[in-house]
């Protein structure tokens, strides 16, 4: 991708955007370009990225947050972080091994992807660690919102709406986030051999104990072998990740392990085992085979998610994994057309959306990479949208579904 | 009393057709659902921030999403202000109406939709309370995790339309990082709903941003909300100081050692008092400055971290140390603090802070609110969510003494700016209001301000909804 504008100032940014806004033209806006094959495929006259915008502005451990501007690394970012013992909450997904790209993600790039992983069930999706933005507007007004502290209620959340706009709505300059203790000790239960249905129920099972399990993710079969070099017992796994202090750590894989062996047999894995698996997990590796084989993420409600791919076999050949208790499911079909299939069953079952995340780029033009809204909806955010980026610059095309 | 906070003009095409209104309203919604009498309409003049009151127009108590959708279908036709209102706990004046304003109160939409352990998911209608939330789910061993004090009255639509936070959002968030999904009618009587059962939505995070708007996006009549196992178990300690600012330090490294408690809960000399006298907490009188803090889990994990928190607080030269041996103590610890707003208005009228501040400024802070309160001639007790560094300075006044109130009304403002110099914010889970409005700009600059109203408007473009609350009445853009 040929990059026309790397401003490394707030300001420059400002400037690029106003002569863009001033003759009409569109931006695509980039980090480190290692997820631009998420969404529709977006057709500008310029490329600017934020990879000059480096850099932790503040970071004050005994507060739990810091501030960075939107190209830092995410690799600086978690090394900094691991320096003090402490962790980015929601475990942003690396989108690397899926689309075999290259580069380095930045954080900007993970806050407007709203990108998120395994612990988001417990602790939140990125959007909820995030306190406050700097962005620059279709405009070219610097904008800020939020703030640096947990608290803040005052005026519009404008934080949240930034987060998951794809580059939409503005782009990020600079942020400001939660951060917390990294769990010195984790370990994880895994009971082997249930079907998906059954592998539901368990999970439901394991979140209503008062054990904190903080990850709770069902492989089956046909996926199981490809986690931790093949380490995982026989049979379907379904995952359960404990974190905290180390004795109470072993105590509570105890409790959960006896409750939850009535339902198959039970093993454990220790703390490095487990960082591997969840890693991976996270990365989607069953499915970073380097192809560009659609690839689709559904959020349903947990209870719904084995359903729906219970649904779909009966229509097509389809492979699937799930994380967050059974509400993420990871997707690879044998349909055509896979988008229309998926989303109406979503729709029968009560609700819920499905991501194209992968696909070819003539795939990705002609299918809603994301799940069209009812009207009403797509209306509004419409209208939101046109507030923030009147002569829609940034990023045409990305979201189609919603303007 | 004197009133220095400004409320837009009533227009008076609106108040001249009050009579035919009324009238049109009623024959909206069934019989007993509307209230036009001056004697019925005078409970809803004011919420919790009572030194400001105005009568409205007229009170609406839908008993149905579609109700509420056709009052806003014509008050938008009509250009009529509309203020929502869900028990009227609002300590900012969030629901204070105004003399051309239909009130929508949600009251009468209390019911209990759905609870869905498998998931996790509570879904509500939007007059259900909060607390009735924990307890419809409680004997199967989940709770609903964000905690107001006001939480026995306060209402879910009230919640979402503040953010609200309370003292247990250390650990577990606060609304917004709860709440999952909402069916919401808009200005023009549109029924949309936003999220759901899943953990997010696609789009636009707009259920991010109409959490927190204050009545001014919609009218909220649903929400889904998420349940949380309960813990295995909890244990408040009481930890005593000298002074305010080694409680106020003794926060910071809590935080800064890698525990992050339930909740950490601050009170200083005269917070303690009031509380104590009025809940018989057993709380120590001896002390400065008093901290909750209350971990959970199980027996040993309780254990050992209370044993790395007493090992922080000594280090801050702690003088008290009391842990509760029965559930009946830890309940009447909790009794003492969730009354403190309570228990000071039984001695003194007040205006309760919000300000946010981070933690490394907290003892700079308490000591400067101090200052500033005593440099007008008041008192202040402060009792607040210490974790996450969410003041609550209560500036303790005489409501019927003029020249008093615009004391402790500056007072509170100098206090809000000093948050905000501090590197924090004005309200941390209050919300704006009419109380901090005209403080906005010291916050936000007009082009950060700009934005927050366009994307307002986008919502409710006649800027009917809870029209005088949130941004300055000066600036704005032409409706």
């Given at each position: 991708m040929i990059v026309h504008f790397e401003p490394a100032s707030e300001e420059g940014i400002a400037t690029v955007v106003r002569a863009m806004a001033a003759d009409r033209a569109s931006l695509a806006v980039i980090g480190g370009n290692t997820r631009s094959g998420l969404g529709n495929p977006v057709r500008a006259d310029r490329v600017l990225s934020t990879r000059r915008l480096s850099g932790i502005v503040s970071y004050a451990p005994a507060e739990m947050t810091l501030t960075a501007l939107a190209g830092t690394p995410i690799r600086e970012i978690e090394q900094a972080l691991a320096a003090n013992r402490q962790m980015l909450a929601f475990e942003p997904m690396d989108h690397r091994p899926i689309f075999a790209s290259s580069g380095e993600p930045t954080i900007g790039g993970v806050f407007a992807a709203n990108v998120s992983g395994p612990r988001r069930y417990v602790a939140g999706a990125a959007r909820d660690s995030l306190l406050g933005v700097r962005f620059v507007n279709g405009q070219g007004e610097a904008i800020k919102a939020g703030g640096?502290?947990?608290?803040?209620?005052?005026?519009?959340?404008?934080v949240k709406l930034l987060a998951g706009s794809y580059g939409t709505l503005g782009i990020l300059t600079e942020v400001t986030f939660r951060v917390l203790p990294l769990p010195p000790a984790a370990q994880t239960v895994v009971v082997s051999g249930l079907n998906d249905a059954g592998a539901a129920a368990v999970m439901a099972e394991a979140m209503a104990q008062?054990?904190?399990?903080?990850g709770a993710a069902h492989l089956p079969e046909s996926v199981r072998g490809r986690f931790i070099d093949g380490a995982l017992p026989d049979g379907a796994a379904t995952v359960l990740r404990l974190e905290g202090l180390e004795a109470s750590v072993s105590l509570r894989a105890d409790t959960l392990a006896k409750a939850l062996a009535r339902f198959g047999a039970v093993a454990r894995l220790d703390g490095g085992q487990t960082a591997k698996l969840w890693a991976e997990i996270r990365d989607v590796k069953p499915y970073a085979d380097g192809t560009k084989r659609p690839l689709w993420r559904v959020s349903v409600a947990p209870s719904l998610g084995h359903q729906l791919v219970a649904a779909l076999r009966l229509q097509t050949g389809v492979d699937a994994f799930y994380d967050w208790q059974g509400g993420l499911v990871w997707l690879r079909m044998e349909a055509d057309p896979e988008a229309e299939l998926v989303r109406r069953y979503i729709k029968v079952l009560g609700g819920g959306h499905a991501t194209l995340?992968?696909?070819e780029e003539g795939y990705r033009a002609v299918i809603p990479a994301f799940e069209p809204q009812p009207p009403p909806v797509a209306q509004l955010s419409d209208r939101v949208r046109a507030t923030f980026d009147p002569h829609r610059i940034f990023n045409p095309g990305r979201m189609a579904a919603i303007s | 009393m004197a009133e220095t906070i400004g409320f837009l003009q009533p227009k008076q095409s609106v108040i001249s057709r009050r009579r035919d209104i009324v009238a049109d309203l009623a024959d909206l919604l069934p019989a007993g659902c509307l209230i036009s009498d001056e004697r019925g309409l005078k409970p809803f003049e004011t919420d919790a921030f009572i030194a400001y009151r105005r009568m409205p127009l007229a009170v609406a108590l839908p008993e149905t999403t579609e109700q509420v959708a056709a009052l806003l279908k014509y008050c938008s036709r009509y250009g009529v202000p509309v203020v929502p209102r869900g028990a009227g706990t609002s300590l900012s004046g969030g629901a204070i109406p105004q003399e051309d304003a239909v009130v929508i109160g949600l009251s009468k939409m209390s019911r209990i939709l759905d609870i869905d352990l498998f998931n996790r998911t509570a879904t509500v209608q939007a007059g259900v309370t909060n607390l009735n939330i924990s307890e419809a789910v409680s004997a199967d061993g989940f709770f609903y995790a964000p905690d107001p004090s006001s939480q026995l009255a306060c209402t879910i639509g009230g919640n979402i339309g503040m953010n609200s936070g309370g003292a247990h959002c250390l650990k577990y968030g606060v609304t917004t990082n709860n709440l999952l999904g909402v069916k919401m009618v808009l200005h023009d009587g549109t029924v949309i709903e936003l999220g759901g059962k899943a953990l997010d939505a696609a789009g636009y995070d707009l259920l991010g941003l109409v959490c927190g708007s204050e009545g001014q996006l919609g009218i909220v009549t649903e929400a889904t909300v998420r349940l949380i196992a309960k813990p295995e178990g909890a244990r408040p300690v009481l930890f005593g100081f000298a002074s305010s600012q080694a409680a106020g330090a003794c926060v910071a490294d809590v935080i800064g050692s890698g525990i992050i408690p339930v909740a950490i809960e601050f009170m200083d000399k005269p917070a303690i008092e009031i509380c104590e006298a009025f809940a018989h907490a057993g709380y120590p009188l001896d002390v400065e400055a008093l901290l909750i803090v209350e971990v959970e889990g199980s027996e040993q994990e309780m254990d050992e971290m209370l044993a790395s928190i007493v090992a922080v607080a000594r280090r801050h030269g702690v003088a008290t140390i009391k842990e509760c041996q029965t559930a009946m103590e830890a309940a009447a610890i909790w009794k003492g603090r969730k009354s403190a707003f309570g228990a000071t208005g039984r001695i003194a009228d007040y205006i309760c802070m919000d300000g946010t501040v981070p933690l490394s400024q907290l003892s700079h802070v308490l000591a400067r609110t101090g200052e500033i309160v005593a440099g007008y001639g008041l008192r202040v007790a402060n009792v607040f969510h210490a974790g996450d560094g969410n003041m609550h300075p209560l500036i303790l006044y005489n409501i019927n003494d003029p020249e008093d109130a615009a004391r402790a009304e500056a007072a509170g403002n100098d206090i809000l700016k000093l948050c905000v110099d501090a590197g924090g914010c004005l309200t941390g889970e209050h919300g704006v209001g009419i109380e901090k409005r005209d403080l906005m700009l010291h916050q936000f600059n007009q082009a950060d301000l700009d934005q927050q109203m366009a994307a307002r408007a986008a919502f409710d473009p006649q800027w009917i909804l809870n029209p005088s609350k949130v941004f300055p009445l000066e600036g704005r853009p032409a409706a």
């Open positions: 640096r502290v947990m608290k803040n209620v005052t005026g519009l959340d404008l008062t054990t904190e399990v903080c995340v992968r696909a | -």
